[in-house]
């Protein structure tokens, strides 16, 4: 075997890297080499061996009860586990939380305001044209959005978005269970978040969004005079 190893690289191409090569990217192909063959398959079980042998001894940063509950929510099929859109932190949502946002979706989509990406943001740029001289850009934001829209407004810009009321009461209570429930953890204390929507759960999204949706409406039709184009992702807002 050692003499076939010490061949020169034009006899012994599959294991031959020029310089420029990248090692990363490099896979040998099988049955060209048998002694390269064997090699892969003895680390392959010699890497297999020595993680089998090492998990026993393994040692935990959580305690055992720590651990059984993870176990359990991860088995629970009735809860969403995910992280946090913002922050080193984990959510855990239950149904309602995982089927509001599907519900909100398309009264939050439907606002002429609304820039779904920055290719809708440019095109419907684009669709503007002949501005006056006198023409001044302008871009908002609103700061802190999340975690301070009160559960009084955010609900009634629900009631005042959907119409039918049927719909607005269910959409409404599911929403406001949502809003009462989102507990977190901090500085080994769990908490109850009394104001605003918790930044990781999938509602949040879409009640921001009909939530700003109503307050700008409400603006501009009080507004003596009104922009020649308003645009808005989320908070991010856009107008000439």
Same mark, same amino acid.
């Given at each position: 075997?050692?003499?076939?190893?010490?061949?020169p690289?034009?006899?012994?191409p /599959?294991?031959?890297?020029?310089?420029? /090569? /990248?090692?990363?990217?490099?896979?040998a192909?099988?049955?060209?080499?048998k002694?390269?063959?064997?090699?892969?398959?003895?680390?392959?079980?010699?890497?297999?061996?020595?993680?089998?042998?090492?998990?026993?001894?393994?040692t935990?940063?959580?305690?055992?009860?720590?651990?059984d509950?993870?176990?359990?929510?991860?088995?629970?099929p009735?809860?969403?586990?995910?992280?946090?859109?913002?922050?080193?932190?984990?959510?855990?949502?239950?149904?309602?939380q995982?089927l509001?946002?599907?519900?909100?979706?398309?009264h939050?989509?439907n606002e002429p305001?609304y820039?779904?990406?920055?290719?809708?943001?440019?095109?419907?740029l684009? /669709?503007?044209?002949?501005?006056p001289?006198?023409?001044?850009l302008?871009?908002?934001?609103?700061?802190?959005?999340?975690?301070n829209i009160?559960h009084v407004?955010?609900?009634?810009?629900?009631?005042n978005?959907i119409?039918?009321?049927?719909?607005?009461?269910i959409?409404?209570?599911?929403?406001?269970?949502v809003?009462?429930?989102?507990?977190?953890?901090? %500085?080994?204390?769990?908490?109850?978040q009394?104001?605003?929507t918790?930044?990781?759960?999938?509602?949040?999204?879409?009640?921001?969004?009909?939530?700003?949706?109503?307050?700008?409406?409400?603006?501009l039709n009080?507004?003596t005079?009104k922009?020649l184009?308003?645009?808005?992702?989320?908070? %991010?807002?856009?107008?000439?």
């Open positions: 075997m050692e003499d076939n190893l010490d061949l690289c034009e006899k012994a /599959s294991v031959c890297l020029s310089p420029e /090569s /990248s090692v990363d990217k490099f896979t192909p099988k049955g060209r080499n002694e390269l063959d064997l090699y892969i398959k003895c680390f392959h079980h010699w890497a297999r061996t020595e993680i089998i042998n090492k998990e026993p001894h393994l935990y940063n959580l305690t055992k009860k720590v651990r509950a993870i176990h359990s929510l991860r088995s629970n009735n809860i969403v586990i995910k992280e946090a859109d913002k922050g080193n932190a984990v959510v855990i949502m239950d149904e309602v995982r509001t946002p599907n519900v909100l979706k398309p939050a989509t305001s820039a779904r990406d920055t290719t809708a943001f440019l095109r419907k684009q /669709s503007t044209q002949n501005l001289n006198y023409t001044i302008a871009t908002m934001d609103v700061e802190a959005l999340y975690i009160p407004d955010g609900l009634q810009a629900i009631k978005t119409q039918n009321k049927e719909e607005s009461n959409i409404t209570t599911l929403c406001d269970f809003l009462t429930h989102n507990c977190f953890f901090f %500085d080994n204390k769990n908490y109850l009394i104001n605003g918790a930044m990781g759960t999938r509602m949040a999204p879409q009640y921001v969004k009909i939530f700003m949706a109503d307050l700008e409406q409400r603006f009080h507004c005079q922009p184009l308003y645009l808005r992702y989320i908070e %991010d807002i856009f107008l000439i």
